[in-house]
């Protein structure tokens, strides 16, 4: 199972990457900021693309894996306002009546999940002025639901915008904020009231995280 397993940590919270790109090798900045992050303690990045080429996703196994972990975080490239496929196709499968939601599905209740995702476009596309009409938490008003209804406390966004002709050293920068976000998630150091609130949770990061 292509999962990379986490050093032990003796406290804190396991954070879970569901990591979705359907063409990594094409990837400007989704591979950065998941390689800044698999080496830490505490966290598992489980690359839903490679584990299942044919999409033949292992229910049972994706639930032990939610199960296991405090956090769960998509992290994925915005495909036409929404997520890859595959990310879909997770949730359809395993997120299952009687065990995620409805009668007795309280799983994951408690839990915390956010998105991780990279745009082409600035940030002043997603806007009611701009381009795209919407803002990014809007547009991902169904994902939040679904992990409201999951019993999740969902938290805003990690986001990095404009990531067509985005420079090494923008991508590198970017990703030592991922890192120190998920550190923070990790050991509960986010102000989680904070970071429900904001547009995105890298907009002003010291905002949000305890040093």
């Not at 505490?42 to 196994?61: A, F, M, N, S």
């Not at 999951?150 to 890192?179: I, K, Q």
Request: net charge negative; with cysteine.
């Amino acid at each position: 199972m292509n999962v990379s397993e986490p050093q032990p940590t003796t406290s804190g919270n396991r954070v879970l990457v569901l990591f979705a790109h359907p063409a990594l090798e094409k990837s400007r900045v989704n591979h950065v900021l998941m390689r800044g992050v698999r080496d830490l303690p505490g966290i598992t990045v489980h690359d839903l693309y490679e584990e299942y080429p044919e999409q033949d996703i292992d229910v049972l196994r994706e639930q032990e894996l939610l199960l296991e972990h405090d956090v769960i975080v998509f992290q994925h490239p915005f495909f036409w306002y929404s997520t890859p496929a595959i990310l879909k196709e997770w949730q359809d499968l395993v997120l299952q009546h009687g065990w995620a939601y409805g009668s007795g599905g309280t799983a994951l209740h408690g839990k915390t999940m956010l998105n991780a995702i990279t745009t082409g476009g600035r940030e002043v596309a997603y806007s009611r002025e701009g381009h795209n009409r919407f803002t990014i938490r809007e547009l991902l008003a169904p994902i939040e639901q679904t992990a409201r209804l999951c019993g999740m406390e969902y938290l805003s966004p990690f986001v990095v915008h404009g990531t067509l002709g985005m420079r090494p050293e923008e991508a590198a920068r970017h990703a030592a904020d991922w890192r120190r976000t998920v550190e923070a998630l990790r050991d509960g150091r986010v102000d989680l009231e904070r970071a429900a609130a904001v547009s995105r949770l890298n907009a002003d990061l010291d905002a949000v995280v305890q040093d």
